[in-house]
C-alpha cells in the first residue's frame, strides 16, 4: 500500500499519522510506502517559479536559498526580524506562483479564487481538471516513480486539513484516469469530520473507494484481509526523517492519546462527533519517546493530543523523553502545583498550549469547559516560574459572551501578561453536529454542501462582525496584549513558537 500526505498544509515536521500506520501494516506482514507529498510538492514549487515582478519578490527569489537556510538554523530563531524576513520572503514566493493560476497560496494554505473544498462538486471538478493543478508536474511525475518501484493495488491519501482537500482530489483525479485498477482510499481528520456529518452520503463514489473515519490502522489492515493483533505499535520515522522541513532540526510528532479524556466542552467537534478516547498507557509512551530520541534525534517533540492526560504527564515527569516537548494540556488541578510544574520543566517541557477560552467564568462554565479561573491564575503563574512557555487560545463570540464578558478576558490577559507567552485568538464557529444547535438559530454558514460550521443568530446580540470589531478596535489595542501578539512567530504559530526565546 502507498500512503500520501497531499500538499497543502505548515511543511515544518512529518505528518503524523503516516509513520503509525507504516507501522501497523508492515508489523501485520504488508508492504507499505509512506510519502509527505505536501513537502515535496512546498519544495518543488519554491524551486520551480521565475520571475520577479518588483523589488520585494526579486530579493524573495534572489535570496531563496539563504532564507530557507534560515529556517533550519536554530540562532536564527532568536533574531525575530531576521526570522520573520525569511518567513515573508519565502512565502512571496509562494503567493507569486499562486497567483498565475488564480490561487491564493502561502505556507499555511491553499485557497482557490474559483473552486471551494467545502463544495463537493468543486472537489469533483479538481479530480476532472487534475492536470491544471499547480503540483501537477510534480505529483504526477512522483506518482510514476513510485508506482514503478512498486506495484501498489491500495492507495490511501490521509487528509487533516481543508487546504489539502482540492489538491488530494487532483491527484485522486490523476490515479482514475492513469491508473484505474488501483483502490483508492481516503481517511484523516476531515474526512471523519465528514462522516460524522448527520445524514452522510458519499459524493465521491465514483473516485474513492473507501472512507475511513478515525483511527486508519484497523479499517487499513482489514481491506487487506488482515486482523489487528498488535494494538499499539512504535511508529516508524525512517523513511521521513531526512526530507528537508522547515524547521531547526527534526520535529517528532507523537500522540499519547486520541480523541479526548475531558470530551464536555460544547463549541468541540470532539464532543460533537463523540471520538473515542484512547490513551497509550503512560509507560508505554515514556519509553516509546525514549527510544524514537534516540534513532531520529529530534530538536523537539510534538505531543499531538488534544489534551495529554495528567498521568501521562506524571510519567514523562518520571523518564524524560531526553529531547525538549510540548503539547496541548488542560487547565486542571496538577499545573496548579508547582514543584510539578517544575518538574515537567526539568523533563524538557518548553511550551504548553492552554485552551483557557475565556477570563470570564459564567462563559467557562456555560460552555462546559470544567475550568476555574483562579486555578488558571496559578496555573499560569507556575508556568512561568518554572520556565514554561505558554500558548494561550482564547474564543470570541460564543453564544453566552458578549462585550462585557469580552472585557472580563481582556482584563484576564492584562493581567496575567507576563504569564502568557503567546496568545490566539479565534472566534466561535459553531459546529454541524453541536447540539447546541437545537438551542439557536442557525442558518447556513459557509456555501457548501461538506461545510462543517453553520452560522447562528448570536442570542445576546455579539455577531461575528461586532466580535472581529472589538478585536481590532479594542482587545488588540491594548499595549500588554500587542506585545504578546508581536511575539507570535507569522504563519508557523505554535509549530515555531518552542524554538523562540
Ligand atoms: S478539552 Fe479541548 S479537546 Fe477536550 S473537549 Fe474541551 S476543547 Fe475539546
Known sequence: MLIIYPPLSKGCEPPAALPYLSAALTAHGHSCTICD???????????????????????????LDNNLATLQDLDNYHNFDRYGRAVADINRVLEIA??????????ANYQDNEKSPLNSSDLRQAAKDFHANIFFPYFSEKLEELLQQEH?????FSLSYL????????MIGYLRVHHPDITIILGGGLVTTWLSKPGWHTPFADLVHHFVAGQGEKPLLRLLGTEQKMDHLRPSYAALRDNPYLAPGFILPYATSTGCFWKKCNFCPETSENNPYRQVPPTTTAADLMSLTKATKPILIHLLDNAISPSTLRALSEQPPGAPWYGFVRIDAHLADR?????????????????????????????????????????????????IAT???????????????????????????????????????????????????????????????????????????????????????????????????????SNHAPFMK
Open 152 to 156: 501498489h493495488n491500495h492507495i490511501g
Open 98 to 107: 499562486g497567483m498565475r493560476l488564480n490561487l491564493q497560496l502561502s505556507l
Open 391 to 493: 500558548y494561550v487560545y482564547l474564543l470570541f463570540g460564543t453564544p453566552s459572551e458578549t462585550r462585557k464578558e469580552a472585557e472580563r478576558t481582556r482584563s484576564f490577559v492584562e493581567k496575567h501578561h507576563q504569564a502568557i507567552s503567546f496568545l490566539n485568538l479565534a472566534i466561535f464557529n459553531l459546529p454541524i453536529s453541536s447540539d447546541e444547535i437545537a438551542s439557536l438559530q442557525v442558518t447556513d454558514f459557509y456555501t457548501g454542501d461538506l461545510s462543517m460550521y453553520r452560522n447562528f443568530n448570536h442570542p445576546l446580540g455579539w455577531d461575528r462582525a461586532e466580535v472581529r470589531r472589538y478585536l481590532h478596535t479594542t482587545f488588540k489595542r491594548s499595549a500588554k496584549i500587542a506585545e504578546i501578539l508581536r511575539k507570535d512567530p507569522p504563519i508557523f504559530t
Open 339 to 387: 514543584e510539578f510544574c517544575r518538574r515537567l520543566r526539568a523533563s524538557g517541557c518548553v511550551m504548553l498550549k492552554l485552551g483557557l477560552e475565556s477570563g470570564d467564568q459564567k462563559v467557562l462554565n456555560s460552555m462546559n469547559k470544567g475550568t476555574d479561573l483562579r486555578q488558571a491564575s496559578k496555573v499560569l503563574e507556575n508556568l512561568h516560574e518554572a520556565g
Open 37 to 63: 507529498m505536501n513537502i515535496e510538492c512546498l519544495q518543488h514549487i519554491l524551486h520551480s517559479t521565475e520571475g520577479a515582478t518588483d523589488t520585494w519578490s526579486s530579493r524573495a527569489f534572489k535570496h
Open 163 to 170: 487546504s489539502q482537500a482540492l489538491c488530494a482530489f487532483a
